[in-house]
């Protein structure tokens, strides 16, 4: 029989695809002896099984009921008892940390007799009725799916001004039996009085809160898959809501913001678990729970102490303190923004907790991204409205927005904006996405919208306290201004403060770090942002001592040459011919279209001193550097004008009696080469077999700007690259050219000239027929944009406007197959050509020089398959050399393990 049910005892860290990572985690920490309430875990394979059949495997319930009966008989209570009742928390937890985004329910087990008992037990007739108050309002909430406004409004009425701690025991006996008359009208029945009721179908919620829609978009961003199921984690409840010598709260063993070292986190008295996170009440800091409870303090900072020791990294904890006894609710490895990730990363190897590969796996390409984006410009004038508590740092600017539909919608449409909210719920988490930043008037750096900016990387202030929002109105007011929807604002998550108007930015200085390097970037740096700087450049550093994979640009211009190898590209991996024909030059390719014969070879030597130059330029820039050419690969048609605007203005020149030759003959032009689906026409390889001269040209302008170079004593490395080949022979023809092409230049300069022949595989023929194509290639570059076209059959630009938003809401994607490599289908054909390739060719160079080439996952798939390099953009060259080093240390450690 399948063991549906663990007891905390059972489990340890290691677990966590069975347990989940909150079960994992609990268990962990009672092995270690730390103050856990005792429970149980009911498994992923559990959930799994229950969305397949819609119903609890039928072990399910017997295994339960042993669990519940081995705490019942640990603890001397029994749940819902009328003398002294057992409680239980019932909580989700899957093995990926999904914050705020699926579903709690506490006090189980109370109902209008175990209240008395409670109310007997704890000799505390408030705090009874104030939990039961909360587990109404939760199961109301997240079992029934009954509007969380129903409850509030009535909360609200009943407070008439006060806060929560300012209601008596008889208003809270008058919120439950307001709270058990909302839950008949809204869901048509009462709320159930059974106990075990009350766990069973608070447990199918949880399960069910899987696949609610914010789950699923949470999942979707993070790249979590769909299928993993969450664990449910029953627990005996401990109670921060008794008094002013009990209360809860979550702390992190550093700063998850900063990364500075210390104990960071808030702090509720009497208060419940749910309150800190969901930011109602603005909590109070650390230091000011040690002033209230030394003892209690004492020991949590213990604990936190051996848990990151423990689990060598940052450690985020939930506790709970019950009239001065210390209980751990959970602990994770927790979530951190990229400039605390860099810093933690090093210190933790300073502290001789970590080997510098570890500090490198625990930093990420789209991390390193976010560091290199601009900061507000501290000198600048500035229109502040007040100050919050800076949660997630960053620079945001944008424009108000007041509930999470509308930021989707003015994001879609391509506005920036700001979620302005008195607090955030897990129901807003598509505007948290689609917002560049979060400001919250309520909560702490440990709330909802704290937790959820941070692991997302958002700039986020919340707890800004002085900030009057008014959803209704659409406003927000402070003691110095107010803005309404629409009006730009600004955050700045390092200091908190928001600001009117539009606001100076600067460049970072981990971007000047890698522009203008270390001593630049660390001059006149304060300490903070010195000990960063430091820490990129030290796993950076590292990165490219340990990798592989070499990472080169693409780029089209000397410019864009200087500015990759400035930020360390080893070689340019895609030059696009193509965009050498822009602006005023598409007149010289617009003549080369229209002529024929002698007229043609006339315009192609027009060409020939405009792309030598070019040549000159790109090669220079990256002397000693292999710079690897692509041939023509666009139809020609996309250098003339629109067929549309050609039409217009012969009819136009005609009526009015005027010669429009010129544009007959381009109109002539167009039509004639017009065709149904152009990316599968008249391009690439097929140009140069089917327009005689034009590939020549373009290799005799890259020889003689080599051989000129060379003369000159500068070592320049071009490489030719052949476009969309399908079939070996089409590679031969072009090939037998090129080599007749560069022997006539070589002979012309009395020089030595011999470069690399390639070609892009770009279509699946090609990968399938690789050992032929090697035959004829000494290089393959995969061209995964239209690799990946070619193989879906998608137009990339119809589909992603098209549907690929319905694709993805429905699961067939996880993420954009142009975003992110399909390992399965387009890494197949890549695998499939790196082996047959080799197989012909040993000494076969393999790179890849797509979008992919800078996706940091992607990057890790093409360390695995064997390619000797990657091309990306010139701005994500540091990020595809910190990705091949973190790939060449999975690799290692996947050889490592058994």
Known sequence: MTDWVFDFVQGDKDSKDLLGGKGANLAEMTRLGLPVPPGFTITTEACRAYLADGVEPSALRVQVTMALRRLENQLGRRLGDVVDPLLVSVRSGAKFSMPGMMETVLNVGLN???????????????????????????????????????????????QAGRSDTELSADDLVEAVERFKALILEHSGREFPQDPREQLDMSTRAVFDSWNTARARIYRRRERIPHDLGTAVNVCAMVFGNLGETSGTGVCFTRDPASGRTGVYGDYLPNAQGEDVVAGIRTPLAMEEFDRLDPKSAGELRTAMRRLETHYRDLCDI???????????????????????????????????????????????????????????????????????????????????????????????????????????NPDDLEGMIAAVGVLTARGGKTSHAAVVARGMGRTCVCGAEELDVDPAARTATTSRGTFAEGDRIAIDGGTGEVLLGEVAVVESPVTRYLAEGLDAALRDADDETAELVRAVDRLLTHADEVRGLKVRANADSGDDARRARALGAQGIGLCRTEHMFLGDRRELIERVILAEGADRDEALAMLLPVQRTDFLDLLAAMEGLPVTIRLLDPPLHEFLPDRADLLVRVARAQERGEDSDVDTRLLAAVERLHESNPMLGLRGVRLGLVVPGLFKLQVRAVAEAAAELRAQGIDARPEIMVPLVGSAMELHLIRQEIVEVVAEVAAEHGVELTFPIGTMIELPRAALTADRIAEEAEFFSFGTNDLTQTTWGFSRDDVEAGFFATYLDKGVFTVSPFETLDEIGVGKLIEIAVERGRAK??????????????????????????????????????????????????????????
Do not use: N
């Open 318 to 424: 939930e506790f709970t303190v019950e009239r001065g006894k210390l209980w751990l609710l959970q602990t994770r490895v927790g979530k951190r923004t990229p400039a605390a990730a860099f810093r933690i990363a090093a210190q933790l190897v300073d502290e001789q907790l970590i080997t510098l590969d570890e500090a490198l796996s625990r930093v990420t390409g789209q991390q390193f991204v976010q560091l290199m984006f601009p900061q507000f410009d501290q000198k600048a004038t500035r229109h502040r409205l007040t100050t919050g508590l800076a949660a997630s740092p960053g620079a945001a600017a944008g424009r108000a927005v007041f509930d999470s539909a509308t930021a989707a919608a003015w994001a879609a449409r391509g506005e920036d904006v700001i979620l302005v909210r008195r607090e955030t």
């Open 841 to 898: 060719r040993p000494d076969l160079h393999l790179g890849i020089c797509g979008e992919h080439g800078g996706d940091p996952v992607s990057i890790h798939f093409f360390h695995r398959v064997g390619l000797d390099y990657v091309s990306c953009s010139p701005f994500r060259v540091p990020v595809a050399r910190l990705e091949a080093g973190r790939a060449a240390i999975e690799k290692l450690r996947g050889a490592a393990s058994p």
């Open 112 to 158: 209008d007799y175990s209240v008395v008992g409670l109310a007997e037990a704890a000799q505390d007739k408030r705090f009874a009725w104030d939990s039961y108050r909360r587990l109404l309002q939760m199961f109301g909430r997240t079992v029934l799916g009954i509007d969380p406004e129903v409850f509030d409004h009535a909360w609200t009425t009943l």
